[in-house]
T-cell receptor, first 113, second 113 residues
């Protein structure tokens, strides 16, 4: 039982390049989230999804796009990477049942040069 | 603005001490409050979730309390051990937030042998 799996674990990009981060879950959870974690800023929500085929903006959505074509996968895309997007990215999932905790992946460490 | 504050940012204690980690939030209209643990280089692990109707939750040596009227939660760790060394984050789901969490910046705990 893998839980929440993020791919890749590490990546270095050049400014202007694009890439997609993949989050896969095997818990059949309805909700999925993408966060970024930066020193001194804490965890900030980028985008989230309340079910297959749905997405919504979080606190810091600019420069990112997401898709949830399948219930088990939530993709985060950077169309034109910028140094300000250097961060650790976390995916989380949650059951649709009320008052259940979020479950996190181990993160993707992304550096933009 | 709905915020979550955790002070101090870091704490160092000798092994065996009972300790209290504090979390404060700005709006008493909360749905639930969660405490997470984060080890270096890892994702967040849910420790305890307190529903708005509850006053406390316990799991092993951990006890979390909630006082909505004063905007405070505490995480009590009994008989601390070096293995408790980690960053502890508090997160609030405010009412109407559609499952979104607002995170504090965390308290980095070091338990000295």
């Amino acid at each position: 039982n893998a839980g929440v799996t993020q791919t890749p674990k590490f990546r270095v990009l050049k400014t202007g390049q694009s890439m997609t981060l993949l989050c896969a879950q095997d818990m059949n959870h309805e909700y999925m989230y993408w966060y970024r974690q930066d020193p001194g800023m804490g965890l900030r929500l980028i985008h989230y999804s309340v079910g297959e085929g749905t997405t919504a903006k979080g606190e810091v959505p600019d420069g990112y796009n997401v898709s949830r074509l399948k219930k088990q996968n939530f993709l985060l895309g950077l169309e034109s990477a910028a140094p300000s997007q250097t961060s650790v990215y976390f995916c989380a999932t949650k059951s649709g049942t009320d008052n259940q905790p979020q479950h996190f992946g181990d993160g993707t460490r992304l550096s933009i040069l | 603005k709905q915020e979550v504050t955790q002070i101090p940012a870091a704490l160092s204690v000798p092994e065996g001490e009972n300790l209290v980690l504090n979390c404060s939030f700005t709006d008493s209209a909360i749905y639930n409050l969660q405490w997470f643990r984060q080890d270096p280089g890892k994702g967040l692990t849910s420790l305890l979730l307190i529903q708005s109707s509850q006053r406390e939750q316990t799991s092993g040596r951990l006890n979390a309390s909630l006082d909505k009227s004063s905007g405070r939660s505490t995480l009590y760790i009994a008989a601390s051990q070096p293995g408790d060394s980690a960053t502890y984050l508090c997160a609030v789901r405010y009412t109407g937030a559609n499952s979104k969490l607002t995170f504090g910046k965390g308290i980095t705990l070091s338990v000295r042998p």
